[in-house]
């Protein structure tokens, strides 16, 4: 196991009716009276009564408002909330949706704080370290992206059609709340597209090198036997509260850093996937499950010992030899991901694989970037990978 250091001061209230706490919550993090900015997307919060819970329960602060965050939140968006931040003296930032709204108030607590005549966008672009941040706390109403629990963020550029990642300590919330009873309204496809966010952000995490850490793999590979065993449940009842709890705990534990600690992390499908929402538009779930695969397959030589493991140990597979019982994980992977409703080839989205395949090259051929655990995905491999999608 590698040397770590862990840090997640967070603080999660979990279950039915937890949105009542908020006041207190606020009121722990940064003391009564502060000014609140609730921000959130595109008015979904309050059709599932989410919006009217949280105006109920803050008593002890002045609320305003921010809406509008995309799906894939966009610098340009997050600077009009930075410029109603500075207009309005908030001091406490409250997200109130799923994982792109708590994203996009992450990279507003820290433009916020930037000097002025900087540009924020470095906080993503360069991944310059954060200063200083203004406090932040989540209403969670989608379980993918486990935001709520650490401190990264995924930010878009309209004007480059950029995608890039930050993270900092300075952005972890102080709190969030998770009541898997406002997650029953979501449409089908976002909750598919959450369960292989989840999925896939378990796997960048294990599926690398083997540096003997069984606890860490135990965790990894639990996690994923919950997800094959919720996920049917939730597309057949999207309000099964235990069902939806568990998926809800998934998504939370898949990215809260208790599955790195010690490890050789990849991330490279999450790179090429962020590449490809920028330039075609597909949702983060759809570009996840499109790569995952075909990127396993071009690694699976390096990557046999892990995939090996998970076939063995979550999908049942008796195949002695390394590299077959890979190729089970990847056939069994691909095969979850269709049974959900996802489709998993680029032309599924209308997109010509050869064209992704030299936009996203050149993108990364500019960068100089070199991704995987090893720094083995070349932008060559990644133009192979995208052919083969």
Known sequence: MNNFDFYCPTKIVFGKGSIAQLNDLINEAVGKGKRVLMIYGGGSIKKNGVYDQVKAAIKDHKLFEFSGVEPNPTYETCMKAVKMVKQKRINFLLAVGGGSTLDATKFIAAASKYKRWKDPYNIVSRSLPVKKAIPLGSVMTLPATGSEMNCASVISRTSTQEKHAFRDPKVFPKFSIVDPQTTYTLPIEQVRNGIIDTYTHVMEQYATCDVNTPLQDSWALGLIKTLLQEAPKVLANNEDYEAKANICWCAT????????????????????????????????GQSLAVILPRLWQARKQDKAQKL??????????????????????????????????MKTKLADYGVDSKEAAQRVKERFEERRTLLGEDEKVTPDMIY???MNC
Do not use: M, P
């Open 308 to 341: 090996a493991k998970l076939a063995r140990e979550v999908y049942g597979c008796q195949e002695a030899d390394d590299l077959k019982a890979a190729d089970c994980a990847i056939g069994k992977t691909e095969e979850f991901f269709n049974s959900l409703g």
């Open 253 to 284: 534990c898949g990215l809260n850093y208790w599955l790195s600690v010690g490890c050789i992390q990849d991330w490279s499908t999450h790179r090429i996937g962020h590449e490809i929402t920028a330039f075609y538009g597909l949702s983060h």
């Open 384 to 386: 192979d990978i995208l």
